[in-house]
């Protein structure tokens, strides 16, 4: 990371599912500094808020679908940055800390900001995914799942 002159630095936590089902995996498209991209579902943290919770609640915002939550997958751990708090000028340093969990689809609501975040949920087939433009964390996740499973 390039040398920051004005350095604020946090710590930013987030909490998200894989969903796989008859090869396909539930995904939402974030956009970024390269356009849309596939993303796993979740979103970050609220203070005092367990991870198993924050991910049920973000996947519920930002799908509509009711998820069961499962093992823990993995945590990944990178670095980036955003923009500083309130009241402080300057980037921040950012250490982005995402807790992945695999789960399953229970159930559909419909909720009001269903697509708040982005263009929506879809299942995506697990071929046509590896053609297609993903966020790292997806590969990660898809690595986790696989190693995960007993030979």
Not at 40 to 47: A, C, Q, S, Y
Not at 82 to 102: F, I, M
């Amino acid at each position: 990371m390039p040398h920051v002159i004005n350095p604020h630095r946090g710590v930013r936590a987030s909490a998200h599912v894989l969903c796989l089902e008859r090869g396909r995996a539930l995904l939402t498209r974030r956009r970024g500094s390269h356009g849309l991209a596939w993303t796993l579902p979740g979103g970050p943290l609220d203070f005092a808020e367990a991870p198993a919770d924050a991910a049920r609640r973000e996947v519920l915002q930002s799908t509509g679908f009711v998820v069961e939550i499962g093992a823990l997958l993995g945590v990944d751990s990178s670095r980036g940055s955003g923009t500083a708090p309130v009241g402080r000028r300057g980037p921040t340093d950012l250490h982005l800390l995402k807790v992945v969990y695999a789960a399953r689809v229970v159930g559909n609501l419909v909720v009001d900001d269903v697509t708040a975040w982005g263009s929506g949920a879809e299942w995506v087939d697990l071929g046509s995914l590896m053609d297609g433009r993903r966020v790292e964390l997806v590969d990660t996740a898809l690595a986790w799942a696989w190693s995960a499973v007993p030979v």
